[in-house]
Nanobody, 115 residues
Framework: QVQLVESGGGLVQPGGSLTLSCAGS????????MSWYRQAPGKQRELVAA???????NYAESVKGRFTIFRDNAKKMVSLQMNTLKPEDTAVYYC?????????WGQGTQVTVSS
């Protein structure tokens, strides 16, 4: 069982930065692929960034060059550094842990990009 708690969301102006954090619990955190998803009002949840257990990163085209995902297995944390934020980045951001058939989600944290 893995429990995930996100933090770091908030209101930021266009062009600004935010760092989201996801604290995990469970004895085998390092074996999970960790991802950040987001869901804007009226839209489907979409993958933003992912980092495998081996540290391989993947990003949605819309955030490449602006967002960076990190993981710290010792601290059981995964972070999403978001730079040059745009209004279209506004969404609820969710942390996900996946290992085979095991799939866990956090409760989400709101990010609003607006002037």
């Amino acid at each position: 069982q893995v429990q995930l708690v996100e933090s770091g969301g908030g209101l930021v102006q266009p062009g600004g930065s935010l760092t989201l954090s996801c604290a995990g619990s469970g004895s085998i955190f390092s074996g999970y692929a960790m991802s950040w998803y987001r869901q804007a009002p009226g839209k489907q949840r979409e993958l933003v960034a992912a980092i495998s257990a081996a540290g391989i990163r993947n990003y949605a085209e819309s955030v490449k060059g602006r967002f960076t995902i990190f993981r710290d297995n010792a601290k059981k944390m995964v972070s999403l550094q978001m730079n040059t934020l745009k209004p279209e980045d506004t969404a609820v951001y969710y942390c996900n842990a996946n290992w085979g058939p095991y799939d866990y989600w956090g409760q989400g944290t709101q990010v609003t990009v607006s002037s």
